[in-house]
Each structure stands twice: as structure tokens, then as C-alpha cells.
């Protein structure tokens, strides 16, 4: 699990979130007014699973631009934040369970990014590789002393690290055994990130049937658009779980008819072939009717990839959602909030979520209020700005789920729209009562 993110001159974000970071939690929630900064809290981590997972291993920074990549943050110049000096730098950093951790900082050269430093820590051991002025790497690791070689300073050598998070292979024979250590600190790093499952806030249109090759996707992809092959894949699964195991054929499905009743929006997910074809019917059930995908509200096409995603990725795995109650009823939007402390608690999965949602918020207050989840399982964040920067409140959670420090107009002015409709009801009663008595 992701336990701290760290960012530093990233897009609104200065330097805040730095030291020592931000806390993540089995469910994080980021909340906060539009263009504040929260969605670039989550294109962070994003960032980096597309560079460490791209086949160009010289690259530093992959900042997209291509229909695979997960975000496309422009160039330095829209990535770097606005209020930065010349000659400070980007910062990326995580933890993972709090027992390692990964941080990298970039320079600006001309219009491109320049890994400056790269270092990956496991307790007090600390692997090292720092940029010098004629564009080497110096390494630093546990036992290691850099020695001459061929009459030069070993520490003068390139040893360009790859993807911004391995070692080169002539780095890790440099640095010995602990070259070895370095380089399996990485492998884990990286897998903690590669594994992240993204599902962005804008979903597809339903379809009224969809062609199936009997293949079961890798992901959903970033719109969720393989949601529906998961489930197909899952219901023709002929492995047979044991008791209790997840798998099979139908499990998904179950779990997912499951929570849209929870929803409130249907009774049963059916998937129903085309006579002989590989075209599928997704249908819904609502007491005795049946209606295609595309004849239901779309708020259900819209919140099945995130039912879906939940339970379709491996246990461990940390999923970065973007408004997952778009177009949802709001007490559809309140479950939501215990789908996911649900699945938390028994798959392992965390999320970090971007909302607008005050109804899935006040679920989550009651759910802690409830002992179904404790407050430091949950991490609540409210972002506004304070140009030019992003600025971010930790929301201070009871265990009753009283929130003690509410930003001014948190979810907009309710109490105060109440009071001026009720002054408006007075005055309008006292001039029609002026008017009957004239």
C-alpha cells in the first residue's frame, strides 16, 4: 500500500507537500473546489507508473502525449509550477508501507526534464545516484567507496539511471553487493507503482451489445472501457474456487449485481449472448423487468467500471479514482463510500479518490461513527488555493467521524442559502400581507 506521496514545484503544488508529505490511507479522499489542485495529486503517481513501465529505458520522464499514456502533462513548462525559481527543482517521492521509499528530483535544461537525483531508502539504508556537473552520476550506497579506475575517479563514470528508477547495470557491478540490494529495493518500488489501477472521470457511452473475443483483459483501461469484457471473462471462467476463494465463473458478476443493489439502482446484472454469436446483451433487472444498458439511467454505465475495478484488481493493488459518483442519485453516491471500505477491509485494496460528493463524505463520517471503519483508516484532505499555489487541510476525524476543522463554505454555503431563503419567504408574506390589508 501507498502510505505518503510527495511532491515538490508540480504543477499548483510548490513545496507543501514535500516534507514530509502526504499521508495516504486504505481510503483517502480529496476534496475541494474545481481547479484547486487535487487532480494534480493524483496525476503525480500517475506520472510515474507510465515512465517506470515505459520500454524506453534512457527515458526520464515520460509526461505523456500518446492515446496509452495514463496523463499527458505537456512540457516542462506547464508541468513545472508557476511560482518555482530557476534553479529549483521538480520533486516525485513515495512510500510504500512505510517501510521504503522512492524519491527523484528533476532540473529544467532548456525545455526539457533532467533526472538530478535519484534515491531509494529501506530503513537507514540509503542507494543514491546524484547528477554531476558534466552530466555523470555519483553513487552513494551502504559500503560502497567509489574507486579509481583507469586513473579516474570512479564516481565520475555516467551510470545513468533507467526510467528514473533503476540502477544501470554498470552501477549495480559498481556498487557490489549492494548493488544487488539496490536493484531488488527498485524492482519493488516499481512494482508498488506499476500495479497502480486508474479509472479517470470520464466513462464511455453504453453500448446496446458488445463483441467478446473470449479474452480476458489486463485492465479497464483509464475509462473503464473494458469493464463489461472483465465481466464476460469472469462469467465464462470455468476455474472453480474454493470455498470462500474469489474467481470463478460468476463471482465478479455476483459482486457487482451485489453492490448495484446496494446502489439502489438495480436487483441483478445479466449478461446474455446473441444466439450463437460472440456479441453480448448487458442487461439490468429491476423486480420482474429486464432492460438493455443503454434503456437504464446512464448514472449505472457510468458507476459499473468502478464496481467492476474494485473487485477485479489483484488484492494489494491501490486504485486512483476520479469522481466515481458522476451522475449517481445521491443515495447511490452514499454507498459508495461503503463499497469502498468494504472492499478495503476485505480485499486489501486502497483507494485515493477525487470527490465532489457530499453525500459519499456524510456516508463516511457514519461508517466511522459505526466502528466499520477506524479514523486513521481513512485519510480526508481539502484542497483550495493560495496562489499561486495549491494549498491542503487534513480534515481532524473523531472516532465519531466529527470533523473538527470544516473549511469555510466546505461543500458551498447550505446553512447560508437556507437563511436567505427563508428571509426572502418572510418578505415575500409581508408585502402580500401588506397588499391584502391595503
Known amino acids: 500500500m501507498l502510505t505518503r506521496l510527495r511532491i515538490k514545484n508540480f504543477k499548483a503544488w510548490g513545496t507543501q507537500l514535500w516534507e514530509p508529505g502526504l499521508r495516504l490511507a486504505p481510503v483517502t479522499l480529496l476534496l475541494g473546489p474545481n481547479s484547486a489542485g487535487k487532480t494534480s495529486l493524483l496525476q503525480a503517481p500517475l506520472l510515474l507508473k507510465q515512465t517506470f513501465e515505459s520500454p524506453d529505458r534512457t527515458l526520464e520522464l515520460n509526461t505523456g502525449g500518446q492515446p496509452a499514456d495514463l496523463v499527458d502533462v505537456g512540457t516542462a513548462e506547464t508541468l513545472l509550477h508557476d511560482g518555482m525559481g530557476a534553479h529549483e527543482a521538480l520533486g516525485l517521492g513515495f512510500s510504500v508501507n512505510d517501510e521504503c521509499s522512492y524519491e527523484a528530483t528533476f532540473h529544467r535544461t532548456t525545455s526539457s526534464l533532467t533526472l538530478a537525483r535519484l534515491s531509494l531508502t529501506e530503513g537507514a539504508a540509503v542507494f543514491e545516484a546524484t547528477r554531476q556537473s558534466k552530466g555523470g552520476y555519483r553513487l552513494a550506497a551502504p559500503g560502497y567507496t567509489p574507486v579509481k579506475v583507469a586513473g579516474r575517479d570512479d564516481a565520475k563514470r555516467t551510470y545513468q539511471p533507467e526510467r528514473a528508477i ?237 470533523i473538527s476543522n470544516w473549511p469555510d463554505q466546505f461543500f458551498g454555503d447550505a446553512m447560508g442559502e437556507t437563511a436567505r431563503h427563508m428571509k426572502k419567504i418572510i418578505e415575500r408574506k409581508r408585502l402580500a400581507e401588506g397588499g391584502s390589508r391595503g
Open 166 to 402: 533503476g540502477f544501470a547495470a554498470e552501477a549495480v557491478a559498481a556498487l557490489g553487493p549492494a548493488g544487488t540490494k539496490a536493484q531488488d529495493l527498485s524492482l519493488r518500488l516499481r512494482q508498488a507503482i506499476t500495479t497502480v489501477a486508474y479509472l479517470g472521470p470520464l466513462r464511455g457511452y453504453p453500448e446496446r451489445t458488445y463483441l467478446w473475443n473470449g479474452v480476458e483483459p489486463g485492465d479497464l483501461g483509464k475509462n473503464g472501457e473494458q469493464a463489461v469484457h472483465a465481466l464476460l471473462a469472469s462469467a465464462s471462467s470455468r476455474k472453480k474456487p474454493r470455498a470462500g476463494e474469489e474467481g470463478g465463473a460468476e463471482w465478479l458478476v455476483g459482486q457487482v449485481s451485489h453492490w448495484l443493489s446496494v446502489l439502489g439502482v438495480a436487483d441483478e446484472l445479466l449478461l446474455e449472448r446473441q444466439g450463437r454469436s460472440r456479441h453480448y446483451e448487458i442487461l439490468v433487472r429491476r423486480g420482474q423487468r429486464k432492460s438493455n444498458l443503454v434503456d437504464v439511467g446512464f448514472g449505472i454505465s457510468q458507476v459499473l467500471p468502478m464496481l467492476v475495478l474494485a473487485h477485479f484488481v489483484p488484492r494489494g493493488t491501490t486504485i486512483i479514482a476520479e469522481q466515481p459518483e458522476i451522475h449517481l442519485h445521491p443515495r447511490a453516491q452514499t454507498a459508495l463510500a461503503e463499497l469502498m471500505v468494504t472492499v478495503a477491509n476485505t480485499r486489501n485494496v486502497q483507494f485515493i479518490v477525487e470527490t465532489h460528493s457530499e453525500h459519499l463524505f456524510r456516508r463516511l463520517q457514519y461508517l466511522i461513527a459505526a466502528d466499520t471503519v477506524k479514523p486513521d483508516q481513512c485519510a480526508l484532505y481539502y484542497v483550495d488555493r493560495d496562489e499561486p499555489s495549491a494549498r491542503i487541510t487534513t480534515l481532524m476525524a473523531n472516532e465519531l467521524g466529527q
